[in-house]
């Protein structure tokens, strides 16, 4: 079924299965959320069901979990495991210092706690993803809905003494209502274009009332794995500077769609 896959999708599954190498036995792993992170979770799924490596996984989404239950990967929480060996989970824009943009898909906020947690984050991601300045990719804000109006007007007011190059923000919708994350919040999307100072903008966002996080991950991330839709891996490490490059097999394999029904 790997075979079907387009170029993009083929780029996702390469990246995380290459990431999944990182994963040993008895590890607590981290779950993104994403299609990128889908395609982790199913490889991870793979390793217990065939090879009988045993990991507790951390979701970050009710998504993610309900497909780590459907592939076989064992679900615990936060508060249980405590701290993670490692987080592997997509991004929306990472740049040379793998800063990233995440929260396009809407779980930025338990993204951000569980990658924290983890001794490392790994992000998997293809080339599309890459900038030189963040920005390019609307800045996710998650706000408390009481007095959500009032939220958007502060952070507007704070966007004007920033060096952004675009200043516009949208409430996030869904089928017309707003979209709702898994903690019930909103989500305010900032359309900034390019950020000079993404630590400052961080820092300012999170002082405003009613936000609860952003979607800037700042010093985070430790390892980019770069997929191709030609079945090539770039890992960078920004922590001993190396940048590798492999070709990964692509085996037809079903085993990665077992019992999933998405
Ligand atoms: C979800 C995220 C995702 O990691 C990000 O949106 C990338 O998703 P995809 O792999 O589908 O492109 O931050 O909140």
């Keep these: 079924m ?3 896959l387009s170029p993009i999708d083929k780029a996702k599954f390469v990246a995380a299965k290459r990431a999944v190498d990182y994963v040993e036995d008895g590890m607590r792993v981290g779950l993104g959320t994403g299609s990128t992170a889908a395609w982790m979770v199913r ?3 793979e390793m217990v069901r065939e090879d009988g490596i045993r990991v507790t996984g951390v979701a970050t989404s009710s998504r993610t979990a309900d497909l ?3 592939v076989g990967v064992p679900i615990s929480t936060l508060d249980e495991v405590k701290w993670l060996d490692l987080t592997i989970d997509g991004a929306d824009e990472y740049d040379p210092r793998l800063n990233l943009i995440k929260g396009g898909g809407g779980a930025l906020l338990q993204e951000k706690i569980v990658a924290t947690a983890s001794d490392q984050m790994i992000v998997i991601a293809d080339a599309g993803k890459q900038v030189d300045t963040l920005g390019a990719f609307p800045l996710p804000v998650e706000v408390i809905p009481f007095g959500w109006q009032t939220s958007k007007a502060l952070i507007e007011e704070m966007l ?5 190059t675009g200043r516009s923000v949208s409430l996030r919708l869904d089928n017309g209502a707003p979209y709702r994350t898994d903690e019930n919040n909103f989500i305010l999307d900032l359309h900034l274009r390019q950020i000079a100072d ?3 903008v961080s820092m300012v966002l999170n002082q405003v009332p009613g936000v609860v996080e952003n979607g ?3 010093d985070i991330c430790d390892i980019v794995v770069i997929g191709g839709g030609d079945g090539s891996v770039e890992v960078r490490d920004i922590n001993n500077g190396t940048v ?3 070709q990964i097999d692509i085996v037809d394999t079903d085993n990665l769609f077992v019992d999933v029904q998405d």
Excluded: I, K, S, W
Aim: with cysteine; aromatic share 4%.
């Design 68 to 70: 780590a239950r459907q």
């Design 43 to 45: 490889c991870l799924g």
């Design 198 to 200: 993404p630590h400052q």
């Design 2 to 4: 790997t075979a079907d």
């Design 216 to 218: 800037l991950f700042l």
């Design 244 to 246: 590798e490059h492999e």
């Design 160 to 164: 004007a003494n920033l060096e952004v």
